[in-house]
Nanobody, 118 residues
Framework: QLVESGGGLVQAGGSLRLSCAAS????????MGWFRQAPGKEREFVAA????????YYTDPVKGRFTISRDNAKNTVYLQMNNLKPEDTAVYYC?????????????WGQGTQVTVSS
């Protein structure tokens, strides 16, 4: 089970940190990803992190602003979002998969809303 938290309403230029707490399986066996879905748009990839946390990857629009990290001792993955822009407004989902950067993710959270006002 994956449970996201930390979403909310923030002004442009502000910051939020999303958390995703995992339970039920061995967290360190899974690569983790963050995705987002804006109203009327398809879900899109945001960031991914390998099982040991050494490797990370970002979609171009968030590079330099977002940071994905994980704490395997706490079974939690984070997404630090800085310099937020209105176009970052979306429901953000975390996901767990067996293979880092694979197209398939096996488990998904329920999502947390992020709204950035201009």
């Amino acid at each position: 089970q994956l449970v996201e938290s930390g979403g909310g309403l923030v002004q442009a230029g502000g910051s939020l940190r999303l958390s995703c707490a995992a339970s039920g399986r061995t967290f360190s066996n899974y690569a983790m990803g963050w995705f987002r879905q804006a109203p009327g748009k398809e879900r899109e990839f945001v960031a991914a992190i390998s099982r040991n946390g050494i490797s990370t990857y970002y979609t171009d629009p968030v590079k330099g602003r977002f940071t994905i990290s994980r704490d395997n001792a706490k079974n939690t993955v984070y997404l630090q979002m800085n310099n937020l822009k209105p176009e970052d407004t979306a429901v953000y989902y975390c996901a767990a998969g067996r293979v880092y950067l694979a197209s398939r993710y096996d488990y998904w959270g329920q999502g947390t809303q992020v709204t950035v006002s201009s």
